[in-house]
């Protein structure tokens, strides 16, 4: 009777001291309180492609028609990654072989394809033919690639080479879908992009670099903007502003940034800058960043430009911010849904970027013009 006495009590014990150090660990936690949420669709998974620009900007352009009262869309990634991958073939082959071509690209680059080409549902081109569960493009990236080196090295073009582009994206996405049926009724995806009634003109490029002008429009120093396409600079506070105000008036934002930083920690859920430096952390220190809310890093113009110019911050990832909360400290966080499906960490394949990070490593936003306060676009 004593040792079971004994043993009871010694169970109680290492339970009570389990119990507390639970405790003890959840209250150093991240405790979040949302500020602003918008409504918005299901986390996807790009899986093995390098399409996360088409992904979240497809997510921001799904939320805007649930915030312009149009519902909720399911609508096809790949029908913009194939027209994109025959626009970029056609630029790259004019530039005789100087540009970057791969699976990559901008946000403003859906802008582009639905405005030129239109838009269309997923289940009309779902872009599945590879593998009906998830995408694989790296077959299909490294074929491409091969064929339009193979173009840029003859003496002169046949008359059929963008028909053999285009053959192999059919071979590999689908066929371009002309014409469609959804719901009962029949369309195209100009009339698709219609009967949504999306107005690309409404929507806007901003970054902020001090190696240009502030509030002067220049086309942005990416590989992946084959395009060439066209940015707003506005200052660093500026940035930060257009994201509250959309935020705090329902609109989300598709947001371009670099995701290779030590603070950016997917399967945490979380994106981080803490007022020590990185290289100066133990191990302890460094695991404890992303468990203890700490004070975060003052992120200057200075400091988000130097990024550009030494590599540091590099045009990654693009993903899609949806929410704005703060923690136990008062500190701010952006809510971002990504694009590595619902499992990739315990939040569902959400996480939180702290406003530092935003500062620190943004590249471009793309938002409605209407969630850019008058102030800003009236320097322009």
Known sequence: MKFKSRFIKNLFIVLFVLFSLNICAQSVFHEFEIIKEIPTTSVKNQS???????????????????????????????????CTYQDHAQLYIRYHGNLNFSG????????????????????????????????DHREMDKVLKAMVGVLVQGSKLSTVWE???????????GK?????????????????KNFLGINTSDYLNFTSYMHHPYYTEYIFESPDNWSNGLVKNVKLDDLIEILDNALLNGYSIAWASDVSDYGFKHKKGLAIVPEKEWDDMTE???????????KQRV???????????NYATTDDHLMHIVGMVKDQNGT???????????????????????????????MTILVHKD??????????
């Open 48 to 82: 093995r492609s390098g399409t996360c620009w088409s992904f979240g900007t497809t997510s921001f352009i799904e939320t805007e028609l649930i915030r312009m009262g149009k519902g909720e869309f399911d609508l096809s990634e790949m029908f913009t990654v194939r």
């Open 104 to 135: 990559g690209a901008e946000g403003w680059d859906m802008i582009n394809v639905i405005d030129k080409y239109g838009i269309v549902p997923r289940d009309v081109y779902p872009g599945l033919k590879v593998n009906p569960e998830k995408h």
């Open 163 to 173: 028909d053999a582009i285009s053959g192999v994206l059919d071979a590999y996405l």
């Open 176 to 192: 371009f879908p002309a014409d469609f049926e959804y719901k009962g009724k029949k369309y195209t995806p100009e009339s698709f």
């Open 284 to 294: 302890d220190e460094f695991a404890e960043a992303f468990i203890n809310p700490d």
């Open 299 to 309: 992120i200057t113009p200075e400091m988000h430009q130097l990024g550009f110019d």
């Open 332 to 362: 701010k966080y952006y809510k971002v849904k990504n694009s590595w499906g619902k499992d990739g960490n315990d939040l569902g394949g959400y996480f939180y970027a702290s406003e530092a990070y935003v500062r620190l490593k943004t």
């Open 371 to 380: 969630a850019v306060p008058e102030r800003i676009l009236n320097n322009f």
